[in-house]
């Protein structure tokens, strides 16, 4: 789930404004996977923040998040191999595990578009505007870092569904769940601390198991 390059020039919006657009991206990525998928009751899944550092002569007191201008999450599909069609990978499934492979599909769809959901939702709460989702659709993701996560979404969905029509009828109904995620003020909170978590972290890959405690200290 890797963060596509800000549409906003650096002129427009300071250094480290980007620097925090892109870890509460990340950082929605990361709740969406731990948190999401374990309120569907979905299985656990392995994902790392990796944050990428561009500068080798940064201050010692800098963390690498500031002296970077990348990060991604690596992992957290619940669907590791998408397949041609879903007939096709669940031909000889039963029924339960049909619904089971479904499910894991959509969850993972919703999973990419909370980043940049979040990312969209903060930049509202910066700038002091509303936020909804027909001020904020699906297209409009382009514009919050979402490109890459938007397109992958797309690949699921073409092997899911055949219909355009279909697709698009779900993807709009994945978008709402997205969107509900993110407005859920427990979640919101998760996302925000999990965010001055990867800005402050000296480290440049933060593993999931400490993701979790976090998590799992703040919200359990």
């Given at each position: ?9 650096v002129n427009q ?23 999401g998928n374990r ?56 029924r339960e595990q ?123």
């Amino acid at each position: 789930m890797k963060r596509s390059e800000p549409s906003h020039a650096v002129n427009q919006v300071n250094y480290q404004e980007l620097i925090r657009q892109t870890a509460i991206h990340e950082a929605g990525h990361a709740v969406a996977i731990y948190l999401g998928n374990r309120q569907k009751l979905l299985p656990p899944v392995f994902f790392q923040i990796v944050v990428k550092k561009l500068a080798t002569d940064s201050p010692r007191y800098l963390s690498a998040f500031q002296a970077c201008c990348t990060a991604k999450v690596e992992g957290g599909r619940l669907i590791h191999t998408l397949p041609s069609t879903i007939e096709e990978a669940t031909h000889d499934f039963s029924r339960e595990q049909k619904q089971a492979y479904q499910q894991a599909f959509e969850a993972d769809i919703v999973n990419l578009l909370v980043g940049p959901l979040a990312e969209a939702r903060y930049i509202a709460w910066r700038d002091d505007e509303v936020i909804n989702a027909r001020l904020v659709n699906l297209n409009a993701l382009r514009y919050y870092g979402g490109t890459s996560d938007l397109d992958l979404a797309g690949e699921y969905l073409e092997c899911f569904i055949a219909d355009r029509e279909q697709r698009e009828n779900k993807i709009g109904g994945l978008f709402m769940e997205a969107f509900a995620f993110i407005n859920d003020a427990s979640n919101w909170r998760a996302i925000t601390v999990l965010a001055d978590y990867i800005l402050a972290s000296p480290k440049t890959i933060i593993e999931c198991e400490e993701v979790m405690a976090l998590l799992d200290g703040y919200f359990i």
